[in-house]
Protein backbone atom coordinates (compact mmCIF):
# COMPACT_ATOMS: atom_id res chain seq x y z
CA UNK A 1 0.00 0.00 0.00
CA UNK A 2 1.20 3.14 -0.73
CA UNK A 3 2.46 5.29 2.31
CA UNK A 4 0.55 8.37 0.82
CA UNK A 5 -2.52 6.12 1.57
CA UNK A 6 -1.66 4.74 4.62
CA UNK A 7 -1.32 8.50 5.95
CA UNK A 8 -4.89 9.80 4.21
CA UNK A 9 -6.04 6.25 6.49
CA UNK A 10 -4.60 7.62 9.59
CA UNK A 11 -5.84 11.28 9.15
CA UNK A 12 -9.35 9.71 8.78
CA UNK A 13 -8.93 7.51 11.63
CA UNK A 14 -7.94 10.52 14.00
CA UNK A 15 -11.08 12.84 12.24
CA UNK A 16 -13.68 10.07 13.24
CA UNK A 17 -12.18 10.06 16.61
CA UNK A 18 -12.20 14.43 16.58
CA UNK A 19 -15.81 13.97 15.10
CA UNK A 20 -17.07 11.76 17.86
CA UNK A 21 -15.56 13.65 20.69
CA UNK A 22 -16.61 16.93 19.24
CA UNK A 23 -20.36 15.61 18.98
CA UNK A 24 -20.37 14.24 22.37
CA UNK A 25 -19.40 17.36 23.54
CA UNK A 26 -22.08 19.43 21.86
CA UNK A 27 -19.94 20.88 19.14
CA UNK A 28 -22.25 20.48 15.96
CA UNK A 29 -20.40 22.69 13.99
CA UNK A 30 -17.04 21.39 14.40
CA UNK A 31 -18.08 17.78 14.20
CA UNK A 32 -19.33 18.46 10.93
CA UNK A 33 -16.01 20.02 10.12
CA UNK A 34 -14.34 16.77 11.49
CA UNK A 35 -16.49 14.80 9.14
CA UNK A 36 -15.90 16.37 5.76
CA UNK A 37 -12.50 15.89 6.55
CA UNK A 38 -13.08 12.84 6.93
CA UNK A 39 -14.10 12.31 3.70
CA UNK A 40 -11.60 13.58 2.16
CA UNK A 41 -9.29 11.93 3.87
CA UNK A 42 -11.22 8.72 3.18
CA UNK A 43 -11.00 9.70 -0.91
CA UNK A 44 -7.10 10.37 -1.01
CA UNK A 45 -6.93 7.30 0.37
CA UNK A 46 -8.87 5.00 -1.96
CA UNK A 47 -7.28 7.63 -5.21
CA UNK A 48 -3.96 6.62 -4.06
CA UNK A 49 -4.58 3.34 -4.07
CA UNK A 50 -6.08 2.82 -7.08
CA UNK A 51 -3.27 4.37 -8.58
CA UNK A 52 -1.25 2.24 -7.65
CA UNK A 53 -3.12 -0.66 -8.68
CA UNK A 54 -4.01 0.96 -12.58
CA UNK A 55 0.20 1.45 -12.35
CA UNK A 56 0.80 -1.99 -11.40
CA UNK A 57 -1.31 -3.15 -14.22
CA UNK A 58 0.32 -1.18 -16.73
CA UNK A 59 3.61 -1.70 -15.56
CA UNK A 60 2.19 -6.02 -15.94
CA UNK A 61 1.46 -5.13 -19.67
CA UNK A 62 4.49 -3.41 -20.93
Not at 5 to 17: E, G, T
Not at 22 to 45: E, H, T
Amino acid sequence: MPRLALYAIAVCVLAVAAAVISFVQGSWLLGIVWVLLVGLSSNMAWYYVRRQRVNAQAAQGA
